[in-house]
């Protein structure tokens, strides 16, 4: 295969796209395979500014190239014109070329263009059920891609975390909001002064800051407040200046005698009073019980999973588990699995949740795994996976998803 990298005079170059023309040439190709490439890029699609239609075209183009064309010494090549991507995508012809150079620009793809403008892929013959290798061939390259797949994982682990850790913080900053909300309607019922507690809130509230450092700030707030009332309670309930008081204990005859009566069973219990908590105490027990949530197993799992079996996911699953490198040995490890399937075929975590709460987690998972591992079969067969998902949910809902009948399907390689 040719080993020059053309682009075609019309284009305008920039620097970016330059650095992808670049690696496209390099020499030291990395060992790495269609699926490992094809997930680091849709977890590091958000880092890259990829989102929307751009994100659907990258989705289709990988799912274009052939497993064998990422191996070293082959060139990771899909030829399709702007037209048929359009008509895939619902856009004009000009989005679709804004899409492919916002993709050549974020380091992802690399122009190989003919002479002719006309995109095609010459293979030698046709062995053992499938093409061989490239021996010609003009269009789009997702050799960059293949180059910086290393940094392509960094990136999207990075974003998780960064996600995670913003997610964690606008809770903290709920809780604490709250706890302090507590806080100051306690002291009011005490009589306590804490006129500059809500003033110092508004400022946190308003404040221009990330949500991590809003949250260490509240809590610095919060801790300060707590002490503030522990101090104040003890300084309200001390006994100081009653040592001279005259105990006032009954001690009489009459008084031992009923106290030493043993009590019958039909006695009613004696009442003890509770001790009364600080304002502090109250409040702290507030913030806490906001935290629990209770999650109850779901029942209603239990009828729609009686038609599948482990055995039966493990055999009819297999692109999937070859693509995220699992083993389906338990519903647990499967639903572990939710939220890469659901990087695969571009489903938010709304609906994903959504679909958790109206079939149950192992439902959802069984549901989402097929549709992945039928995207990854045959990309062209399902346009939109994210409505194919959702269609199957509807259905489970109403009891007409049979689903393991796709799975038998599936495993018979049908």
Not at 213 to 240: G, H, I, M, P, R
């Amino acid at each position: 295969m040719q080993n020059s990298q053309a682009v075609a005079t019309f284009r305008k170059l920039t620097p970016a796209m330059i650095e992808s023309q670049r690696l496209a040439q390099a020499n030291d190709i990395p060992q790495t395979s269609k699926a490992e490439v094809s997930l680091a890029l849709k977890k590091a699609a958000p880092a890259l500014g990829i989102d929307g239609t751009t994100y659907h075209i990258l989705d289709i183009l990988v799912g274009l190239t052939a497993a064998d064309d990422w191996q070293r010494g082959q060139r990771p090549l899909v030829a399709i014109s702007n037209e048929k991507l359009a008509e895939y995508v619902c856009r004009s012809k000009r989005t679709v070329i804004r899409c492919i150079k916002r993709l050549v620009e974020a380091g992802v793809l690399a122009y190989r263009d003919s002479p002719t403008g006309r995109r095609y892929i010459h293979r030698s013959g046709y062995h053992g059920g499938k093409y061989g290798e490239i021996e010609r061939g003009y269009g789009l390259d997702f050799s960059p891609a293949r180059q910086r797949v290393q940094e392509l994982q960094q990136m999207g682990a990075d974003f998780a975390a960064r996600l995670q850790r913003q997610k964690d913080a606008k809770r903290s900053i709920t809780r604490l909001l709250r706890a302090i909300a507590d806080m100051q309607f306690l002291a009011q019922e005490q009589g306590i002064e804490f006129s500059d507690l809500s003033e110092q809130t508004a400022q946190l509230r308003e404040a221009g800051m990330s949500f991590e450092d809003k949250a260490e700030a509240l809590q610095v707030l919060y801790d300060a407040a707590v002490a503030k009332l522990s101090a104040d309670q003890t300084e309200n309930t001390t006994c100081a200046g009653d040592i001279n008081d005259s105990p006032y204990n009954h001690t009489n005859p009459r008084n031992l005698e009923s106290s030493n009566k043993r009590s019958s069973a039909n006695a009613e219990p004696i009442s003890i009073p509770k001790r009364e908590q600080a304002p502090a105490e109250r409040a702290f027990e507030n913030e806490h019980s906001r935290n629990f949530q209770a999650n109850p197993a779901d029942q209603s799992q239990v009828d729609h999973l009686e038609h599948l079996s482990l055995p039966l996911l493990a055999q009819g699953l297999e692109q999937l588990q070859e693509t995220l490198g699992i083993s389906i040995t338990s519903w647990q490890a499967l639903a572990e699995q939710q939220q890469q399937m659901a990087l695969l075929i571009g489903l938010s975590s709304g609906a994903l949740a959504q679909a958790q709460n109206q079939v149950g987690g192992y439902l959802a998972s069984a549901i989402l795994a097929v549709t992945c591992e039928k995207a990854l079969r045959d990309p062209l067969a399902i346009a939109r996976p994210g409505g194919y998902f959702r269609a199957c949910v509807d259905r489970a809902r109403t009891g007409n998803l049979a689903l393991h009948r796709t799975l038998f399907g599936l495993a018979a390689g049908t």
